[in-house]
């Protein structure tokens, strides 16, 4: 199973970027997905997690600009990140539990290998 994160780049302020992970391989399904940040010098922060059932949850940093969302016949997950500010420049993780489609039908924790958001004029 491989976890694939694209869609980052450079944007400017009050800018839009839709971020995608997508997920491949023998799955089962996928559980819990969430994105994650990284700012340099900072700690990995969580941004937003949905769940299987499409319940969301949201940083209060981005409440009312970030939508999280999941396409289940696509295996993928979106970010879409509106009215972006400086402060969101980071490295951008996803991360999903996926029980992967083997005899044991385990579960497993994920991560994509980052997306580079940067917010600047």
């Known amino acids: 199973v491989q976890l694939q994160a694209s869609g980052g780049g450079l944007v400017q302020p009050g800018g839009s970027l839709r971020l995608s992970c997508a997920a491949s391989?023998?799955?089962?399904?996928?559980?819990?997905v969430g994105w994650y940040r990284q700012a340099p010098g900072k700690q990995r922060e969580l941004v937003a997690t949905?769940?299987?059932?499409?319940?969301?949850n949201y940083a209060d940093s981005v409440k009312g600009r970030f939508t999280i969302s999941r396409d289940n016949a696509k295996n993928t997950v979106y970010l879409q990140m509106n009215s972006l500010k400086p402060e969101d420049t980071a490295v951008y993780y996803c991360?999903?539990?996926?029980?992967?489609?083997?005899?044991?039908?385990?579960?497993?924790?994920?991560w994509g290998q980052g997306t580079l958001v940067t917010v600047s004029s």
């Open positions: 949905i769940t299987s059932g499409g319940n969301t």
């Open positions: 991360n999903a539990h996926i029980v992967v489609a083997t005899t044991n039908m385990l579960q497993y924790s994920y």
């Open positions: 391989g023998s799955i089962f399904s996928i559980n819990d």
